[in-house]
């Protein structure tokens, strides 16, 4: 039964982190190209496009973790420290995408589309209620937040880097590696 658990888990992460990764480094470089084109609309398909794939396989991606569960149950290594680091990032992974990248994805688009971006680098209007982070508010659309956007998915794929390289090493495991 292991070995069908930790084939699920493996394909499901493959299959649903592996997109989400892509797709949310190539959004804010696509985001850019609508900024500096707001008429192209092949441009703006893009972006949604990218950002609909973040969000459909960010959901998708829970199978990874129910499945990781399972098969470090079944093998007895739910204690290990290997694991219980790689659970704190994939955790942390987790709430980098659903509070910090999607967010931010939906409000450059909402920015996008409401307002329509400018040329120039100037900032479009935020939309009401859209991305507030304490009293002060970001610009959704600009050069910027993009830059900011790229980070925050920088961030999210070393974390699941990270977590890759302790799945496969397994320091400390006392189940071979």
Same mark, same amino acid.
């Given at each position: ?7 699920? @888990?493996?394909?499901?992460?493959? $299959?649903?982190?592996?997109? &989400? ?12 190209? &609508?900024?500096?084109?707001?008429? #192209? ?6 972006? %949604?496009?990218? @950002? %609909? ?5 960010? =959901?998708?991606? &829970? $199978?990874?973790?129910?499945? !990781?569960?399972?098969?470090?149950? #079944?093998?007895? &290594?739910?204690? #290990? ?14 709430? =980098? ?13 909402? !920015? ?7 040329? !120039?680098? %100037? ?6 209620? =859209? ?5 002060? %508010?970001?610009?959704?659309? #600009? ?10 998915? !920088? ?23």
């Amino acid at each position: 039964m292991t070995k069908f658990l930790l084939a699920v @888990h493996v394909i499901a992460a493959i $299959v649903a982190i592996g997109p &989400v990764t892509v797709a949310a480094s190539m959004f804010p470089p696509a985001a850019r190209k &609508v900024l500096e084109a707001p008429g #192209d609309a092949s441009a703006l398909a893009t972006a %949604r496009l990218l @950002h %609909r794939i973040c969000q459909v396989y960010a =959901v998708a991606g &829970v $199978v990874v973790p129910v499945f !990781g569960f399972a098969t470090a149950s #079944d093998m007895g &290594v739910l204690g #290990d420290t290997w694991l219980i680091v790689s659970i704190a990032l994939t955790a942390a992974a987790a709430v =980098v995408l659903a509070a910090l990248v999607l967010p931010r994805q939906s409000a450059i688009l909402e !920015g996008v589309e409401k307002t329509g971006a400018q040329q !120039g680098g %100037r900032e479009a209007a935020l939309p009401e209620g =859209v991305l507030q982070e304490g009293t002060l %508010r970001e610009a959704a659309v #600009d050069r910027a937040a993009t830059v900011r956007l790229a980070m925050f998915t !920088g961030i999210f794929n070393l974390l699941w880097a990270t977590v890759t390289v302790l799945m496969i090493i397994r320091p400390g495991s006392t189940t071979g590696a």
